[in-house]
């Protein structure tokens, strides 16, 4: 898929959002389409799925997250960035638990949209053929040996540890939100706190300072993301 092929939909009701995007996504060599309401979003879906939707959870005739969850039972495979005020943590959870691949706050800088567009196409085709080893970086992650290694050397991890690890090179570069984790995990509802205490010591043997986190990158109030997998 090359970056001037792929076809975003903007899912917004504020004319100058649109605009914006817009201009901006079509100056990157995307090609961009439009929906002010949930309606015009559904409707484009259906009759040509586009690559990547960008989507505000606030429409004017009906909620985001519900567009969102018919999608990702429609539409699986098909990346949403959401865009949302930073302070709805409660909204943006909900809707990474039921498919989004990330979000965005307002007001959001183009070069990070970008970013994120790209790295959310590059998980979907890793989705689609998925390699054994995770490299990014100097970590590098055998998924089929169970064996991790920083620059070159191995690094010894609990079960526990690498289950957390695995969930995350899984989704490399896509935030995972605490219970979403837990669930992948624990199986079951658990206290976040045990995360928080595991994600600290697989910090401490896989990053160089730990409390400046290079690799797993803690999204306040939400979850967490690894590094985004080197490009091929």
Same mark, same amino acid.
């Given at each position: 898929?090359?970056?001037?092929?792929?076809?975003?939909? &903007? &899912?917004? !009701?504020?004319?100058?959002?649109?605009?914006?995007?817009?201009?901006?996504?079509?100056?990157?060599?995307?090609?961009?389409?439009?929906?002010?309401?949930?309606?015009?979003?559904?409707?484009?879906?259906?009759?040509?799925?586009?690559?990547? $939707?960008?989507?505000?959870?606030? +429409? *004017?005739?009906?909620?985001?997250?519900?567009?969102?969850?018919?999608?990702?039972?429609?539409? *699986?495979? +098909?990346?949403? $960035?959401?865009?949302?005020?930073? %302070?709805?943590?409660?909204?943006?959870?909900?809707? +990474?638990?039921?498919?989004?691949?990330?979000?965005?706050?307002?007001?959001?800088?183009?070069?990070?949209?970008?970013?994120?567009?790209?790295?959310?196409?590059?998980?979907?085709?890793?989705?689609?053929?998925?390699?054994? #080893?995770?490299?990014?970086?100097?970590?590098?992650?055998? +998924?089929?040996?169970?064996?991790?290694?920083?620059?070159?050397?191995?690094?010894?991890?609990?079960?526990?540890?690498? !289950?957390?690890?695995?969930?995350?090179?899984?989704?490399?570069?896509?935030?995972?939100?605490?219970?979403?984790?837990?669930?992948?995990?624990?199986?079951?509802?658990?206290?976040?706190?045990?995360?928080?205490?595991?994600?600290?010591?697989?910090?401490?043997?896989?990053?160089?300072?730990?409390?400046? *986190?290079?690799? #797993? #990158? %803690?999204?306040?109030? #939400?979850?967490?993301?690894?590094? !985004?997998? !080197? *490009?091929?």
């Amino acid at each position: 898929m090359t970056t001037s092929a792929v076809r975003i939909l &903007v &899912v917004d !009701d504020e004319p100058p959002i649109r605009k914006l995007l817009r201009l901006g996504l079509t100056a990157e060599g995307f090609a961009v389409s439009e929906a002010a309401n949930a309606r015009a979003a559904a409707e484009a879906v259906e009759t040509e799925p586009p690559d990547l $939707i960008i989507l505000d959870l606030g +429409l *004017p005739d009906k909620p985001g997250h519900v567009l969102l969850e018919g999608w990702h039972a429609t539409h *699986p495979a +098909l990346p949403v $960035i959401i865009l949302s005020s930073r %302070t709805d943590e409660a909204g943006i959870v909900h809707a +990474l638990e039921h498919g989004a691949d990330d979000y965005v706050a307002k007001p959001f800088g183009m070069r990070e949209l970008v970013a994120r567009i790209r790295v959310a196409l590059r998980h979907k085709l890793q989705q689609q053929g998925e390699k054994p #080893i995770f490299q990014t970086g100097e970590l590098a992650v055998d +998924l089929v040996r169970r064996i991790v290694r920083i620059a070159g050397q191995e690094v010894k991890l609990s079960p526990k540890e690498y !289950d957390i690890l695995r969930v995350l090179v899984q989704h490399a570069g896509k935030v995972l939100t605490h219970q979403y984790l837990l669930k992948e995990v624990w199986g079951a509802s658990a206290d976040v706190q045990y995360l928080r205490v595991y994600i600290r010591q697989i910090r401490q043997k896989i990053e160089t300072v730990p409390d400046q *986190p290079h690799y #797993i #990158i %803690t999204e306040t109030g #939400i979850g967490y993301r690894l590094r !985004d997998a !080197d *490009p091929a």
